[in-house]
């Protein structure tokens, strides 16, 4: 591939670092330990076995500014760290729980809103916010059902236990991506 050509190739933030095996190690390291990190705030939700957490906010923000392939390694790699017993699952667990499947949901969520952060999607508010929005309804469409058939529960239990009592929080984490992502992208262009 030419210069001229890979220059041209659409990026996401990850991408304005120099290019090597290191950095991309380094950035799925990061991502992991990011979501792990974000996973410790852990507040209890009344009448729901799945806690409030900052690891959604973590994934979504790991998926687009990794893009897809990097934020689908660093998800991964956080998952089957806490599965072979690092505690930094939400509120410092590990393994699995009725709550294994938002994890599951967050790999999706981060490949894809990754691959759309390539196309653009992470440039502008509108764009973003449509994006944190398919991802944060990737992530119930895996947990909500995992949640209901872990803790044998009805779909409609689970969506009372496992979705209603997080919207309000998934749409401040959303708001606060739509800031984050496109003002980075707004001050590298003024730094060109």
Known sequence: MSTASATARPQVLADLLPAS??????????????????????????????????????????????????????????????????????GGTSGTSVSFGYILGMILASTVVGALARRGA???????????????????????PYLAYAADMSLSAAIAAGLTPFLLGDALKAALAMGVTPTAWKLVNKQR
């Open 21 to 90: 095996r290191l950095r991309d190690v380094a950035l799925v390291l990061g991502g992991a330990a990011l979501t792990g990190l974000a996973a410790q705030i852990s507040v209890p939700v009344p009448g729901s076995p799945v806690p409030v957490t900052g690891q959604t906010f973590a994934a979504l923000l790991v998926g687009t500014t990794l893009g897809a392939s990097r934020g689908l390694s660093a998800l991964v790699l956080y998952a089957l760290a806490g599965l072979a017993g690092l505690p930094w699952f939400a």
């Open 122 to 144: 992470d440039r502008s508010v509108v764009r973003m916010a449509g994006t944190m929005l398919l991802g944060e309804a990737l992530i119930y469409a895996v947990g909500v």
